[in-house]
């Protein structure tokens, strides 16, 4: 495939997905010259223009975020207290996110370390890091009566529930005992792509009403499941349609973790599933999809792979991509075969059906 466009981008939090400010040094230094920021979620970060003293910037993160409370600091249990992110190829001069290690003839290695403390931490700090909910696109999920006797989840029990596409008794696990979205995240690990697509339209499902309660607690999965895509040398087992399918079903909510997918475009064992992220989310909401750096993906109409093709002409079509439109008609036509998974189950079609669809919905 041909070299994409540089993708040069605001730095996000790898928590919530919204933009964050530039980092600045903080008026009282007590450690390292680190220039540091809060995002609206209460994740703390600092910037590392070298990208060479992830310890220093971590620990001096994780102090500030514990209020300067280095004995809190110190007592304090990853994952169980609080999370880690990074984000990458952070050049400092120009506040950006770029794709390169050389831009404009300078070299570009920073990092950006965030930490956001877990809720029991964050009470004692008295930092918040619940999400805003900026727009309530789904019904609020009703409350549970607090005299229920709550269930605990397994991993076989949310396997069954999950064959059996029973989305409420999952939802009411899944706020009884939040051990349940770790196994659903588990349950991607599956050698069946048709398996791992039904999961990934379960955990949206439930994500979606969960967070309407939680939020958090799906933020927290998102942050998860985008770091498994990183640890992923090979495949990255059904965390990118899980990503796109919990975008896809809050998008309101979670729609500023969307332009992270467009990161792993490069990995050939994940395009297709990045394609088919992007144009199930554009089917809720094109607009968060034509926010982002997507003229890069142009290239996918290139290519051999009927997959790819047909993922891309899906996505462009329900982006209203008129750019391209005469390459997309092209494809009219065309009776190479493929399967495009929708709501979690396999739709056989062929790129020449996908092409015709697209150019309806470009030209209205």
């Not at 495939?1 to 040094?25: H, L």
């Not at 060479?52 to 809190?72: P, R, T, Y």
């Not at 709550?150 to 596409?165: D, F, M, P, S, Y």
């Not at 199930?280 to 993906?297: C, G, H, Q, W």
Request: charged share 25%; net charge negative; hydrophobic share 40%.
């Amino acid at each position: 495939m041909a070299k994409n466009p540089t993708i040069k981008v605001r730095p996000w939090c790898p928590f919530c997905g919204k933009d964050v400010d530039e980092p600045e040094i903080p008026q009282q230094r007590k450690m390292d010259e680190f220039p540091m920021g809060i995002c609206q979620c209460g994740a703390v970060y600092v910037s590392d223009a070298t990208g060479h003293n992830l310890g220093s910037a971590m620990i001096e993160c994780l102090v500030h975020a514990c209020g300067d409370n280095w004995e809190l600091a110190w007592d304090l249990t990853p994952e169980e207290d609080y999370l880690t992110g990074r984000v990458e190829n952070y050049d400092e001069e120009t506040h950006q996110i770029v794709e390169t290690r050389n831009l404009d003839g300078r070299a570009v290695r920073g990092t950006l370390y965030f930490v956001r403390l877990n809720e029991g931490a964050a009470a004692i700090t008295g930092q918040k890091v619940e999400i805003l909910e900026p727009i309530i696109d789904i019904s609020p999920e009703p409350p549970r009566d607090p005299k229920r006797k709550r269930r605990r989840a397994n991993k076989q029990l949310v396997r069954k529930l999950v064959e059996e596409w029973d989305i409420d008794n999952l939802v009411d696990l899944a706020l009884d005992h939040t051990q349940t979205l770790r196994y659903l995240h588990g349950l991607l690990y599956d050698h069946s792509e048709d398996f791992r697509y039904q999961v990934a339209h379960v955990i949206g499902q439930v994500c979606a009403r969960v967070s309407t309660i939680k939020p958090g607690k799906v933020s927290d999965l998102l942050h998860r499941l985008f770091e498994a895509c990183v640890d992923s040398a090979a495949t990255h087992w059904g965390q990118i349609e899980a990503i796109g399918s919990i975008i896809a079903a809050r998008p309101a909510l979670f729609g500023g973790f969307t332009r992270h997918l467009l990161m792993h475009r490069n990995v050939p064992s994940s395009q297709v599933q990045v394609l088919w992220a992007l144009g199930t989310i554009a089917e809720k909401r094109p607009d968060i999809v034509r926010d982002t750096p997507f003229y890069s993906l142009f290239d996918f109409l290139k290519e051999d792979d009927p997959a790819l093709v047909g993922h891309a002409i899906r996505l462009f079509g329900r982006i209203q991509a008129a750019e391209i439109k005469s390459q997309i008609d092209n494809y009219l036509g065309d009776d190479r075969k493929l399967t495009v998974y929708e709501e979690g189950m396999p739709v056989r079609t062929t790129v020449g059906e996908l092409a015709d669809t697209a150019l309806q919905q470009i030209t209205g």
